[in-house]
């Protein structure tokens, strides 16, 4: 039997997510809980069908399809998460692509077998292909075979990760992995715990590892106003990232936007950063300096 | 290849427009649109005048009346002079060209529908005029003698066909006649007119002493030098109203700008041109003189500027003029027959959607040394090009193996400043690969161009391609017919009898009742065209063209409207191919594979354009079938075929005793037209709507697998193999387009596209919610460009159909 992961989404021509141009492979289930998540679609480990109101004529069609009646007539929420069992007949059902459902069973070839069309992009610019999530590690063994595959064709692989794994999954992938985007959200560990669920000290752990096997890595950091913007946390991220002793490790910024919401909506999943807005233009620069003047090297993400 | 000097490129990135390009460019967008009656005026005077001459030294006499005699207008922010009307936007009419083709004329409310949703006021006498020009030219013009020969061969047949939608263009749209290629530049502004006239004088009399008898010859020479004379004439008139305006003016400056134009109007286009800012004069008379002969003509089509062009750039950088001096006359002049319109036909109005010149414009692309020839006055076209936004011209870059990177990235950043994708990307390599197949030798095959939109052509050649009445062939029009047993979207028997497709056991029969459906359209549409080739000689002349177009109308003493073996090209085409195969395989799929419906219920739902439940639900069925843009095997290997095919049945027509024809498949806004002609279709269109954009454009919404998806089913269409101009169209959103890195990484993308074997790609770089909000409020988005299919419009100006088609095209995520 071979190996399997749930996918929900391989996106074609992904300009921010490493070098060149690159395909994005998502893989569902995350250990981290973080409340600025932009992809709630794969934090469960498990399918989930979501509902797209915006785009639904109200045919009916989804509550013919559905076996346990689960189907509500309500304009904004479709799904009785009670009663759903995530079958997706009403996904199928919508001729509309209101009702979406995330989570595909692959296998790592057949994922191989769409990574490896785009291969003349990725020649031209220096691409190649990026694992994320949820958290991609979750399925190291899934991942490592999938990157054999990738450099076997002389495909760049990458994994963007939140670190939060035994450090065995990073031992699995650590030779197949041509770079590493690694997360540093919160270096106050209960802070840590509690905007994302869990604390921080495996994820310091593995990143000194990794720092220490000599692994190309770029450190990322999603910016959110107040959490992780201020001085103090600036400074001990940049101690922290100095004391891996070496000069090429540098972060990059990624500022909190609300792109996410809707899927919280399409999946009943209340959004716990109602109120967070986005940093201007100005104050995310600031930060950027900041890490400058402490010493590391950082940009924004576009 | 050009040693390039990279400080001038920096020099250039720094340029503004000038203040007078902003002052005409302000005042063009406040102009009225107005219809001239003037040059009608003057070809009735002069049709009296020449009663019973020869018609090419009428034709060449009508000119002259006309130039000599039309109002002519100096505008404040003129510094290069010549306008077809004295309107900062005019347009002049093509009565004597086209017979009685614009309708509107015999409407007492004197509104002329410009396109198919503006229009110009005339008063009762300028109406008067044109009314009396159609009841004067009509009876033996051009169009109308073409029509009644094809009358007298195939019936009411051609025109149900084109009320069908299922050929274009009309005759009545006037390039008939052949050719709207490029003047000779390179041969001209060297020469001089003056230089052209005594070859002509030396050719009379060589003729005369050999013994010649061929007088047509004689004529057509002397026709020459009256319409040569009188381009240099005209241009004295602009130096004697400056002159004249100079004489009452007190300001130093202005005084100073009059006399300048004054000096270069005396000196060209008689004599070659010594300065860049004189070579841009003489271009403006010559492109007038052109315009005036036959208003349908109504572009100044630079060709490869950046190259015949350049000595005079980097000649006048040495003697010091200005840099700001350079791109300012190149922005002028540059956009300048963007700004005038034209009253087109009815089916052009339906086809085009816009109703301005094109000046087409290449950059870059190989030379005759086999190296590119990009070089910095490349680079400046486009800079000037992006400051000025406007959606006219239409630029090309000629994409080959060695196109540097620094004016891709130039090339991109322009896209975005336009935001209409200006310019296109063009395989110099496909075309050149593909003329050479056509026995066009490598030096020749170099120097093609960009004719309008994206099709393309040689210079010295006479295009035929929209000619004669035969550019397009509507394949979505020809699968109505073959789904109704040969009965049109007006349920006229328009094609064959193949069948009622409820009877057909299997797709093959389905697909083979298309095929000969298309022989048999096609086939009446070549012996149209040739009849046409024959009668439209007889009726229009254009001497100035033929003089200044086609280097072997000087040797051989003969007008281009007589088409001649050696000196012609043949275009067609062959559109909606993607419409065709994704219906292909919906039928194959639906009806004989999975037996989901029976062809009588999915022809039901067709003739009903999907009404009720269950023609949505089958609408459905027929839209989620695999769909071309999705590297999906099966649509796309559907699309080869249905392309080879095509190909296949065009190209085994000979067109004897010319060169055969060449397929080439833009888009323009053709889609919109060819929508008119095609009932509900099975991949899931809506009866009437338009067709797919560009011709290997996914269909609106069916490309889900994001845009490298969409190249990779283009890249096994195989279209490069068998056409030349294919147009693919990639709408991207702009806010993510703002990094350098972003822009490379669109740069490499590109490249990965034409290094596999891409004949065209151009980027719309919107977002839907910008274009909504245009739609709501147009007032606010005058400025906004978009790109169809090879052609750029502006926005606001397209009918609300095609707004809503380019809101519609997904938007992919860059």
Known sequence: MALTALVSNIQGYSIHDGPGIRTVVFLKGCPLRCRWCANPENLSDRVRVGFLSNLCKHCGRCAKSCPRGAILPDADRRIDREKCDECAKCVEACFYDALVRYGEE??????????????????????GVTVSGGEPLTHADFVAELFALCRGEG?????ETCGCVPRSAFERVLELTDAFYFDLKLMD?????????QGNGQILSNARFLADSGA??????????????????????????RSLGREDLALQLIPYHRMGTSKYAALDIPYRLEDMKPMAAEEVEAVRALYESFGVSCTVSK | MYEIDKSLLEKIDALELSERNVAWRKAMKEAPWRVYVDRERLTMASWHETEGEDLELRTAKML??????????????DEIVGRPTTGVIGCQTAINVCGDYIHDIWNDDGVIGVTLDASAILNKEELEVLREAARLFEPNCMPKRTYDAWHALVGDWATQAEEAKLRDPSLRNGITGQSTSALDWPNILPAGLKEYIRRCEQHIEDYIASGGTDVNKVYFWQAAIITLQATIDHSRRYAALAREMAAGESDPAEKARLGKIAETCDHVPENPPRTFHEALQFMEMCSLAKMFENPMQNNSHWARADQYLY??????????????????????????????????????????????????????GLGQDHTDMTNELSYLILHVVAKLKLSSPTVGLRWNNQTPDWIMRKAIRTNLETRGGIPLFQSDEVMIRKYMDWGIPYEEACEWRGLGCVYPCLPNRAEHYGAEGVAAYNLAGVLHLTLHNGLDINGVRTGIETGDPRSFASFDELYEAFFQQ?????????????????????YIRTPLLSILGIEASMDLGQDLTKADPDHSMFGVSDRAIIDVADSFVAIKKLVYEDKVLTMAELMDALDSNFAGERGEEVRQLCL???????????????????????????YAFDNAPFRNMIISREGLAWHYFGGLGAGALPDGRPALEPLNDGSLSPMRGADKNGPTAVLRSAMKSGYSSVCCAAVLNQKFNSSLLGSPESIDKLIAYTNAYMKAGGSHIQYNILDTEQLKDAKAHPENYADLIVRIGGFSAYFVQLSKGIQDDVIYRSEFEL
């Open chain 1, 189 to 197: 560990s209960e802070k840590h715990r509690e905007y994302t669920g």
């Open chain 2, 518 to 538: 298309e022989k048999a359209l096609v086939h009446k549409g070549l012996w149209l065209g040739a009849v046409a080739r024959d009668v439209c000689h007889q």
């Open chain 1, 155 to 159: 495909i760049h692989t990458c994994a």
């Open chain 1, 216 to 241: 190309n890595i770029l450190f990322r950091q999603p910016l959110i106003s107040g959490v992780n913007s201020p001085e103090e946390n600036v400074k001990a991220t940049a101690a922290f990232i």
């Open chain 2, 64 to 77: 002259k009346k006309v130039m000599d005699n039309v109002p002519i207008k100096i505008h404040p922010f």
């Open chain 1, 106 to 127: 692959k296998t790592a070839e057949e994922v191989f077998e769409q990574v490896r069309r785009d291969k003349i992009f990725y020649d031209s610019s220096g691409g």
């Open chain 2, 624 to 650: 989620r079938q695999p769909k071309y843009g999705n590297d999906i095997e099966e649509a796309d290997e559907m699309v080869r075929r249905v392309s080879d095919r095509s190909a296949e049945i065009i």
């Open chain 2, 311 to 364: 000595g005079y750039f980097k000649n006048d950088l040495k003697n010091g003029v200005p840099l700001e001096q350079i791109a300012s006359d190149l922005a002028d002049m540059i956009g300048r027959w963007g700004t005038q319109t034209f009253v087109s036909d009815d089916m052009n109005k339906e086809t085009h959607q816009i109703n301005f010149g094109i000046n087409n414009v290449m950059v870059g």
